[in-house]
């Protein structure tokens, strides 16, 4: 089975543009999860999807959003950037019930400038 | 509110000798506990969990963990480490009713010395 794929792998932006980020999950995997990873506060959790509803969501602000496809597919848009937006995005599929585990992506380097 | 603590943000020990990392947990109900690693520039890979079927629990390369009601860990050990084990270790909990959500640890960099 293929992995988690994410795209793109890296991107630059300015402070006040958007961004979207791409994620397809594992085959059959209908929880689709979004982290946010930095030096300083570590690995964030900022909202799951599970057949395209959100069913969590983390404590970030509204300019995080995301949405999930009837293809599990999942995006995360991020607007109005600020420069503490750079960080590492990573996605997360599972089976999204039980102990099933997470199976992550490689992630998204998002730098702000 | 759960929580995971990661003991030692870094862990250096010589190739060949015991790897101990540890975590300890704070959840109201009995969690399923993980531990991942996360070498540069990728994602994070599943080393094991926890799931209540047993306390001793092997993974991947040859880690396993203890999980510990009474001290609420989950500490993560390897008899003999190897070059390759460098890495960024993270422990994480999830609580039954937080749909697929993880709450990490701060991670511990391991240094593998010749």
């Known amino acids: 089975k293929a992995g988690v794929t994410q795209t793109p792998r890296y991107l630059i932006k300015t402070r006040g543009q958007q961004v979207t980020l791409s994620c397809s999950p594992i085959?059959?995997?209908?929880?689709v999860s979004w982290y946010q990873q930095t030096p300083g506060q570590g690995l964030q959790f900022l909202f799951e999807?599970?057949?395209?509803?959100?069913?969590n969501k983390g404590n970030f602000p509204g300019r995080f959003s995301g949405r999930q496809f009837s293809n599990s597919r999942s995006e995360m848009n991020v607007s109005t950037l600020e420069l503490g937006d750079s960080a590492l995005y990573l996605c997360?599929?599972?089976?999204?019930?039980?102990?099933?585990?997470?199976?992550f992506g490689n992630g998204t380097r998002l730098t702000v400038t | 509110a759960q929580s995971v603590t990661q003991l030692g943000s870094h862990v250096s020990v010589s190739e060949g000798a015991l790897v101990l990392l540890r975590c300890n947990y704070s959840?109201?109900?009995?969690?399923?506990l993980f531990w991942y690693v996360q070498y540069p520039n990728q994602g994070l890979q599943l080393l094991l969990k926890?799931?209540?079927?047993?306390?001793l629990v092997k993974g991947i390369n040859g880690f396993e963990a203890e999980f510990k009601k009474s001290e609420t860990s989950f500490h993560l050990t390897k008899p003999s480490a190897h070059m390759s084990d460098a890495a960024e270790y993270f422990c994480?909990?999830?609580?039954?009713?937080?749909?697929?959500?993880?709450?990490f640890g701060e991670g511990t960099q391991l240094t593998v010395n010749p």
């Open positions: 997360a599929s599972s089976l999204g019930q039980g102990a099933s585990p997470l199976h």
């Open positions: 085959s059959g995997h209908r929880s």
């Open positions: 999807y599970f057949s395209e509803t959100q069913r």
């Open positions: 959840s109201s109900v009995p969690p399923y």
């Open positions: 926890y799931t209540s079927a047993a306390t």
């Open positions: 994480a909990v999830r609580e039954e009713t937080s749909g697929s959500r993880l709450t």
